[in-house]
């Protein structure tokens, strides 16, 4: 995927310029500005090196304590690397404002939702002309199931620039989530299946036929979950995949995490200036942060020769106190967090990933996993792993048979 760098991004780097204490860190922050002015012919310069000294300034920033620029230049990297939406980072930073909040985006949202209520008037004109003596109740139920059957919108190949939504698909689907979810039939996302599923009439048919097809689906569920655990191998291994591509192979698998976690929490912005990458909830309710970085394309290296041992490098420990960063903030924030997203933080925790053994290939993979189980070891409330290894142990779980949902995966 390929690194933004606009108008957008340069503002608001302006903006972490100004509100940075330290010298260090504004000639870093300039390093950025350097590299994106060096473009041919007036543009602004992208790539793979901006992400590094955008990196390089955050962990800068580190150093000098300075945590609120961390989060910034943190905003900064997701923009760039397309975790943040343009509209979403503009009105955050209060750029290229036109009145308190931006007035263009406001009046984009007026338009689509006065679009979406005259379609409503004509579809409700429509229903009541078929349905001359329908009540008021039975118009909204009416509504209602066009609502969820919007789900299943469809683009016919045969009709391009049409979308067609096909009747009772909800209706198929809710039948279809409620028998995944009955007698213990462990299937990760069963909303998620059911609309799959909904869409074959021949299989919706012989599940209808056939209870025993359950045992069909549970088999379907393992092979689904073994072709995606294929895939985020692929990722993982991938030298160029960035931090962001590693996200979004990752989310909707929680169970690859282990069986305490119940699923992931809906918003990933919870405290002002902080967005995790993957906000899991355990089984006590509590939550648990997920940190990602590079895997494969990490530079510099995993870990490094100290004396007679090795040991995690620098770019470990400043994603383990960044990790350490999100925890303070969740804990400062923790009645507000509670009363309004109903998440605990109180006992919250935090798993960063980073690296593959695969980065040093003179080193045995058990001195890697060694060097960060002996670095845990020493840590409270942050655990570090590599992508491998939590890969490897879903895996194992899988090919024993076991559900990597049922147990810890590490």
């Known amino acids: 995927m390929s690194v933004r760098s606009d108008m957008v991004l340069e503002r608001q780097l302006g903006q972490v310029r100004g509100v940075a204490a330290g010298e260090a860190v504004r000639s870093a922050v300039d390093a950025v500005f350097t590299y994106m002015g060096s473009g041919s012919r007036g543009?602004?310069?992208q790539g793979r090196e901006l992400v590094r000294l955008m990196e390089a300034a955050r962990g800068t920033a580190a150093e000098a304590g300075e945590?609120?620029?961390?989060?910034?230049l943190q905003d900064s990297l997701d923009y760039a690397e397309g975790r943040i939406l343009q509209q979403d980072f503009q009105e955050r930073y209060r750029i290229f404002q036109d009145g308190a909040r931006r007035e263009q985006s406001r009046d984009f949202v007026a338009s689509s939702l006065r679009a979406m209520h005259q379609w409503m008037v004509a579809a409700?004109?429509?229903?009541?002309?078929?349905?001359?003596g329908a009540s008021a109740e039975e118009t909204l139920d009416h509504f209602r199931a066009q609502g969820e059957d919007a789900a299943f919108l469809r683009a016919p190949e045969e009709r391009p620039g049409r979308y067609v939504i096909p009747r009772g698909a909800a209706e198929i689907s809710l039948w279809l989530e409620r028998l995944l979810r009955s007698e213990r039939i462990d299937v990760a996302d069963p909303a998620e299946s059911?609309?799959?599923?909904?869409?074959?009439?021949?299989?919706v048919s012989?599940?209808?036929a056939d209870r025993a097809g359950q045992l069909v689906l549970r088999a379907a569920e393992l092979r689904r979950r073994a072709e995606r655990l294929k895939a985020l191998r692929a990722v993982v291994e991938d030298r160029a995949a960035t931090e962001a591509d590693l996200q979004r192979a990752l989310e909707g698998n929680h169970w690859i995490f282990g069986g305490r976690f119940v699923g992931e929490a809906a918003r990933r912005r919870l405290v002002p200036g902080d967005e995790v990458d993957i906000p899991l909830i355990r089984g006590d309710g509590a939550l648990y942060v997920v940190e990602l970085k590079r895997a494969m394309s990490l530079t510099p290296p995993l870990v490094k020769r100290q004396r007679n041992a090795w040991v995690p490098a620098a770019q470990v420990h400043e994603a383990v106190g960044q990790a350490v960063n999100y925890l303070v903030g969740l804990d400062e924030h923790r009645t507000r967090i509670r009363d309004?997203?109903?998440i605990e933080t109180r006992r919250a925790g935090a798993l960063v990933l980073v690296g593959h053994p695969g980065l040093h290939p003179d080193v045995p993979e058990r001195e890697v996993n060694e060097a960060l189980r002996t670095f845990n070891s020493h840590v409270t409330r942050v655990e570090v792993l590599t992508y491998k290894e939590l890969l490897d142990n879903a895996e194992r779980s899988l090919a024993g048979g076991r559900d990597p949902g049922a147990g810890s995966a590490w």
């Open 43 to 45: 543009r602004r310069r």
């Open 340 to 342: 309004e997203f109903g």
């Open 206 to 208: 012989l599940l209808a």
């Open 67 to 72: 945590w609120h620029v961390v989060r910034l």
């Open 194 to 203: 059911a609309r799959r599923i909904a869409g074959s009439a021949q299989a």
């Open 124 to 132: 409700g004109e429509a229903y009541l002309r078929d349905h001359p």
